[in-house]
């Protein structure tokens, strides 16, 4: 099964959904529309769904085909998912900025998952991804913490 993430930006997202009604996928395809409407007979929609249905859907998941939002990306990475992040971009509508490129340019840089954009294309994606090897993802939150309280108590001191 894939699962599709679009997110809950009330800006639509229909170029992702295009791409997956233009490929040969032919697994079953679950997707997390939120605000973007989309007719289609090969893709199960739903605009939103629990936290908890969300998660079962990744844990179940082969493969999943998401926004470049850092909590849709992360989720599936922790749980050593194969993940095809899309980024949503500001020239078609999709999103106020470019931030979420920035995002899937360092995540794929490091290793983490593969990029579908316009330079590519989703077939390929699929067959690249079986073979693809993700590099597991470490959280650095308690290297954060810690330097943040000795930041704190380094200022206190002072």
Do not use: W
Not at 21 to 39: C, P
Not at 97 to 118: M, S, T
């Amino acid at each position: 099964m894939i699962l599709v993430t679009l997110g809950t930006q009330k800006e639509p997202f229909t170029r992702l959904l295009s791409y997956i009604e233009n490929s040969h996928i032919d697994d079953e395809i679950v997707v997390q529309a939120g605000y973007t409407k989309f007719e289609s007979s090969k893709m199960k929609m739903f605009d939103f769904i629990t936290y908890d249905e969300m998660n079962d859907y990744v844990s179940r998941a082969d493969i999943i085909i998401t926004h470049s939002g850092t909590g849709s990306v992360l989720t599936p990475l922790k749980l050593g998912k194969k993940v095809i992040v899309c980024a949503r971009l500001q020239k078609y509508g999709e999103h106020i900025d470019d931030h979420q490129k920035e995002l899937v340019e360092i995540f794929k840089d490091e290793g983490y998952v593969l990029e579908l954009c316009e330079e590519n294309n989703l077939d390929d994606l699929i067959n690249k991804i079986q073979n693809f090897k993700p590099k597991k993802y470490h959280s650095n939150t308690k290297i954060f913490t810690n330097k943040l309280k000795t930041a704190i108590d380094n200022y206190i001191k002072d």
